[in-house]
């Protein structure tokens, strides 16, 4: 199956790179580009491709807010210069999929292109430790009554999440269709109120903490 991908950046110099980049790759496609967020929401509700790779700042509309409105649209897979924290947080909280650097080399973009695509999430190494002391100081906190709405299949999944695992590894762990898998992670991230995996993943970590 090929990888629908839409590139958003205000730099055309930045687009013709990435898009020379997953090119060369028979499994990626680039359907569109955006030069600012405006641009970017628009053309990813028409076309509709499977990942958006994003920058964070952008004119008419930043990349934070473009991730925000592509919610159940596109997976969004921020691409910035930017460490900065404020960054890092605010895409995931928008429901970004995953957050890289612009100093990643080409065959880790590719790469994060194809997890993203398969439902799974990815964050550069350098931002993991600092995302995840911040979501457990300031995510909201889930109730008992949210937790226990999910079904013993969900919760086994959120288990794996927890892990580390992609939806590939959990799938043959559960002895389940991988198209299983993404559902159960999209059912259990809008019961408990959570915007991506990667807050799926602390969450789960933290039950597993108190058990």
């Known amino acids: 199956m090929t ?10 110099a930045v687009r013709t790179g990435i898009v020379l980049i997953l090119g060369g790759h028979g499994d990626i496609e680039v359907v569109g580009e955006a030069a600012d967020g405006e641009q970017a929401v628009a053309m990813a509700t028409a076309l509709r491709p499977d990942v958006v790779l994003m ?3 952008m004119p008419k509309l930043d990349g934070i807010s473009a991730t925000r409105e592509l919610s159940g ?17 605010g895409a995931l909280r928008a429901g970004a999929a995953g957050f890289l650097l612009k100093n990643t080399d080409a065959d880790a ?5 194809r997890v993203v695509a398969r439902g799974d999430g ?20 889930r109730g008992p ?15 794996c999440i927890g892990r580390g695992l992609s939806n590939a590894e959990i799938a043959r ?16 991230l809008n019961k408990l109120g959570l915007r991506s995996r ?6 789960a970590q933290e039950l597993a903490e108190e058990s």
Do not use: C, G, N, W
Request: proline content about 3%.
């Open 3 to 12: 990888i629908r991908v839409l590139v958003a950046d205000d730099h055309a």
């Open 55 to 57: 920058d964070v700042r």
């Open 109 to 113: 973009l590719v790469e994060a292109v």
């Open 145 to 159: 009554r949210e937790v226990e709405s999910l079904t013993p299949r969900e919760r086994e999944v959120l288990a």
């Open 173 to 188: 762990e559960l002895d389940m269709a991988e198209a299983t898998t993404k559902t159960h992670v999209s059912r259990l």
């Open 122 to 141: 990815l964050i550069s190494p350098s931002v993991t430790r600092r995302l995840i002391s911040e979501f457990r100081s300031s995510a909201p906190r």
């Open 73 to 89: 649209i596109a997976d969004v897979l921020i691409l910035t210069t930017f460490d900065v924290d404020e960054y890092v947080f």
């Open 198 to 203: 990667v807050q799926a993943a602390i969450l």
